[in-house]
């Protein structure tokens, strides 16, 4: 019977690490800092249960039926720990109240737990074997729970998952204590139902986590998730806010539709408008149509191709019926043929050439996408420009990345092209910045009329740069030497801190 | 078009459960060893019926063999014929693919060439790397070049950065300061012919111990001194003479960021070789048999015999005694046991902290690191790749680290090459579809303390009547562009 009892002893014990752990785990996993926040946690969680064991000397009555409550508690609050940590830190402004607030009361009961058993016990053995073997048990408990956090629990159940477990095992505890301790408690029916309750409580818990942690996910996006997709290459999540559309690939905001007329009129316009006729028109990136839709307003392009690495995204802005109204049908148009494929690859093995190309690939985050801003890709591109064709490039920020934005130009003027660097204003954005290309010359066209933005007199502001943006010396981005790349992540790094 | 903000929060969660073992395909390859072993032990029979003549026979279609035929056809030369014991020439810069990618089964990379390499930049210009001066970018090594894995994360770089002391950092810079003095002396060349002396100080110790003489105790700076030396000649620091491996650090000084590098390495280079070389090429046609017969040379094939007025001969120095009994067996030389291993991986490991590298190297570990054949890719997605990984069996006797090499089976070797990648990638048993490893028990010379003055070396070097040496070993280090120099030199002898 013994062995019964230590064993108590040895879960509780495991039970009290594990909430403390997850309590600093998901504290320094949420807010940074490390070493505060489990120094914190720790500090106050001990704190707490030196209170629970002052307070236990209140108790005189009842010891085991207070004991088997207090276990319930504890398996209820400290199962719960890690759902309501996470829901706090999405839907409230409150995250560090209720962070101590949980562990003050996850302390104070564990605390409680082990002078009362103590007590309890006190009756079935010595004083000196009592004390060795409870105070044995309980130090192996923690040793068992703080091996098995991060090796088993975090890899395979996750927080959630794991703090609802060792909540079901408290509730067990309690449930067999109604037996073990039957003699002293006399009437039990009330206490085990009691039990059954809260262990059906955690365990649906336990079903339900999955849709626990996507609920404090959804809420990290502003506004209502109206659709969310993994795609091979990405994640995909479009959110609408009144008539608010945004696309976030990868959680980067890709565009708002409120103001990404502005983005495409820019990206298009000035350079397709400047093409005397314009049949061919290549589109890399730009999965969404937007910038096909801006194109197709020139009744001379016979054929826009767009090539765009994920079949998600196309397919997505060719069925879905609220994009397919962002770009008005475009990918419905005889005139589109749309290819999933990768840019530079593709470039390699078609020899087509284009009178108007548009560049919007993704920000140059990392080496893969910085190799489609060397001048190896910019002379492959060359290839397939006739001497009047214009390329529009979408060159990140020339206020937030400036010399990353004047790297690209540079980039695309040592490959050899004319470069004329422009910018925009995008709310959702800042400052954008453009960089038009050719092997010729270019002349400010006449925008086309019924435009949202762009007009002819604000065609040439765009042209100018002012003194915070202007151009600034930089070195050409070669595969060889990705100096845009470490410009690029030094410049966002400094901005975001 | 793309906002700075990020949420890490599902990575971070997700992403970390262990993935259960699962079977791993692969084998040995080129087991060509019985063939080269049939030679040596004279179990061929010599060819009957009249001879075949041609003015210049070339053994070994290695890249002195290739170079020495591709100098013959500029020069308008075509009366020869290229004798390879393989089914496809290329020697130490074959190559294979699967449908993930291209893979090299030795060198890999070209260094970009000094000035002083003429040969070299006349074969790059001919082959259109090197176009009005400057280098295509699309072969250049595309960033980023390498990474060290040490003290448990991966550093940008293969010179040690992490954890040093103060102490560690002045002998990194005193030992700069000491190899540009000695690159100053101008004798550190590449083709090393130019400037090599007939004998030197620095030939006669160990390249370990001319550190120890000149104060360098840094473990971090000993570990990237041995890497060096066990990279380009097979051979513990301790096993190279001090001017070879000083000649590693001092004879190059790149003008432009490189080197060279192709999936599939310097098969790129080999394949197009072979394809200037068509019509002249006999593989699986080793030759057995090599004799003078009055002012004209007869090489025996199993297939038939050639008659030439002259023999290039670019196949391993150690081989000839086998093939022509007048020649003394060599023993003042010493080859280095290699493995390379090409690793397939259907999905790649997870990574924390730098991308992954062209040159991936694990410090401390007795492998050399793999390379990522995928790494030229201009793809912007990759999500299945092969990996090259290198092991020089250094640091003991060759003869027993081939029998080493040798006589450990494939399941053994794919243990340990998966423990040593695992130090850096804890998932890697769940990523490896495919092993195939090239065991090769001579893959190159090693250039030992007293290697410059040594009298086979120079026996090669200065060649027989009518009988030319085309390979590294005349140089006593296998390099690309020491092979191609002794081929060349060749050539322009026959």
Redesign the interface.
């Known amino acids: 019977m013994a062995i019964v009892f230590f064993l108590s002893v040895f879960l509780i014990a495991a039970c009290g690490l594990i909430y403390e752990l997850i309590a600093g785990a998901l504290a320094s996993y949420l807010l940074g800092d490390s070493i505060l926040q489990f120094s914190t946690v720790i500090g106050a969680y001990l704190f707490a249960m030196g209170i629970g064991s002052w307070l236990s000397k209140y108790i005189d009555k009842g010891l085991v039926h207070r004991f088997i409550t207090i276990e319930l508690m504890v398996g209820l609050v400290g199962g719960f720990s890690s759902s309501i940590l996470f829901l706090a830190f999405a839907y409230t402004d409150a995250f560090r109240l209720i962070l101590y607030s949980l562990v003050l009361l996850i302390g104070i009961l564990v605390g409680l737990e082990i002078p009362l058993l103590m007590r309890i016990l006190k009756e079935r053995f010595h004083f000196q074997e009592l004390v060795a073997n409870v105070l044995t048990f309980d130090y192996l408990g923690a040793l068992g729970a703080s091996l098995l956090f991060p090796l088993v629990l975090v890899p395979k159940l996750g927080m959630v998952r794991s703090a609802l477990l060792f909540g079901l095992v408290n509730a067990g505890v309690a449930l067999w204590s109604t037996w073990i301790f039957q003699k002293q408690i006399g009437p039990v029916r009330r206490l085990r139902l009691v039990a059954i309750a809260v262990i059906a409580a955690l365990g649906a818990g336990m079903v339900l986590a999955d849709r626990i942690t996507d609920a404090a996910d959804a809420s990290l996006y502003a506004d209502d998730v109206i659709l969310s997709r993994n795609t091979r290459y990405q994640r995909i999540v479009v959110t609408r806010w009144k008539d608010d559309v945004r696309l976030f690939l990868n959680s980067h905001l890709q565009f708002s539709s409120r103001d990404e007329y502005r983005y495409h009129e820019a990206l298009v316009h000035p350079g397709l408008a400047a093409v005397r006729t314009p049949r061919n028109v290549l589109v890399l990136g730009g999965g969404d149509g937007l910038a096909v839709r801006e194109i197709l307003r020139y009744p001379a392009v016979e054929s826009v191709t767009l090539v765009d690495l994920d079949p998600g995204m196309t397919d997505l802005f060719t069925s879905h019926a609220m994009l397919r109204s962002l770009n008005g049908d475009a990918f419905h148009s005889h005139k589109v043929r749309v290819i999933n494929a990768d840019a530079f690859p593709w470039l390699e093995e078609n020899p087509a050439q284009f009178d108007f190309v548009v560049i919007d690939f993704p920000d140059p985050t990392n080496f893969s996408l910085g190799k489609l801003y060397t001048t190896a890709f910019y002379r492959l591109l060359k290839r397939h420009l006739k001497p009047e064709s214009l390329v529009a490039v979408q060159s990140t920020s020339p206020l937030f990345a400036r010399q990353s934005f004047w790297c690209i130009h540079e980039t695309i003027r040592a490959a050899g092209l004319n470069a004329w660097p422009y910018h925009v204003y995008v709310p959702s954005f800042g400052e954008w910045g453009f960089i038009l290309a050719g092997r010729g010359q270019y002349e400010r066209p006449k925008i086309p009329d019924g435009l949202k933005y762009l007009t002819q007199t604000t065609l040439e502001s765009l042209f100018h740069f002012p003194a915070d943006m202007a151009a600034v010396p930089a070195e050409p981005n070669r595969l060889n030497d990705q100096a845009l790349v470490r410009y690029y992540d030094k410049e966002w790094r400094d901005f975001s801190h | 078009?793309?906002?700075?903000?990020?949420?890490t929060?599902?990575a971070?969660?997700a992403g970390?459960?262990?993935k259960a073992e699962r079977p791993i395909a692969g084998g040995f390859v080129f087991e060509s060893e019985n063939a080269g072993h049939a030679i040596r032990d004279r179990r061929m029979p010599l060819p009957a019926g009249p001879p075949q003549k041609k003015h210049t026979v070339i053994v070994g279609g290695g890249i002195g063999g290739l170079s020495a035929g591709w100098w013959l056809r500029r020069q308008g030369f075509t009366d020869f014929v290229l004798l390879e014991m393989e089914s496809s020439a290329g020697g130490n810069s074959r190559s294979g693919g699967n449908d993930v990618s291209r893979y090299p089964w030795a060198a890999h990379y070209v260094p970009v060439p000094n000035k002083e390499s003429v040969y070299v930049r006349e074969l790059f210009t001919e082959l259109g790397l090197l176009v009005d001066g400057e280098w295509d970018?699309?072969w250049?090594?595309?960033?980023?070049?390498e990474r060290l894995f040490l003290h448990g994360r991966w550093q940008d770089g293969i010179e040690p950065e992490l954890g040093l002391t103060a102490e560690d950092h002045r002998q990194f810079r005193a030992f700069a300061g000491r190899i540009a003095e000695l690159r100053a002396t101008r004798q550190f060349t590449i083709p090393m012919a130019i400037g090599a002396p007939a004998q030197s100080p620095l030939d006669t110790l160990s390249f370990k111990d001319w550190l120890r003489r000149n104060g360098f105790t840094s473990p971090y700076l000993h570990w990237l001194v041995d890497y060096s030396t066990r990279d380009d000649f097979g051979a513990a620091a301790s096993e190279t003479s001090a001017w070879a491996g000083i000649h590693y650090f001092a004879a190059r000084e790149a003008e432009?960021?490189?080197p060279l590098t192709w999936p599939e390495g310097n098969g790129w280079i080999a394949s197009r070789l072979i394809g200037k070389l068509a019509g002249h090429i006999q593989t699986g046609e080793p030759a057995i048999h090599i004799a003078k017969a009055g002012v004209k040379w007869r090489v025996h094939t199993p297939k038939r015999t050639w008659e030439a007025d002259r023999v290039i001969y670019a196949a391993p120095a150690y081989l000839l005694p086998y093939l022509d009994p007048t020649v003394p067996p060599v023993r003042e030389m010493q080859w280095s046991p290699w493995l390379v291993a090409n690793l397939t991986l259907d999905r790649l490991p997870a990574e924390k902290g730098l991308?992954p590298a062209w040159d991936n190297v694990i410090y401390g570990s007795p492998s050399l690191g793999y390379v990522v054949a995928t790494h030229q890719?201009?793809?912007?997605?990759?999500?299945k790749t092969v990996w090259t990984y290198y092991y020089a069996l250094a640091g003991r006797d060759p003869k027993t680290a081939r029998h080493e090499l040798l006589s450990t089976d494939w399941g053994t070797w794919r243990e340990r090459i998966l423990d040593d990648l695992s130090r850096a990638h804890k998932d890697i048993r769940a990523c490896v579809s495919r092993i195939d490893i090239f065991r090769n028990g001579h893959a190159m010379v090693r250039p030992s303390p007293g290697f410059l003055s040594n009298p086979a070396r120079l026996g090669w070097v200065r060649g027989r009547e009518r009988f030319h040496y085309a390979s590294a070993d005349a140089s006593g280090f296998s390099l690309f562009e020491e092979a191609q120099y002794r081929g060349i030199l060749a050539a322009g002898k026959a």
């Open positions: 078009m793309t906002s700075p903000i990020k949420f929060r599902r971070a969660l970390l459960s262990v970018e699309r250049l090594c595309h960033t980023p070049r432009e960021n490189g991308e890719s201009v793809r912007t997605h990759i999500d």
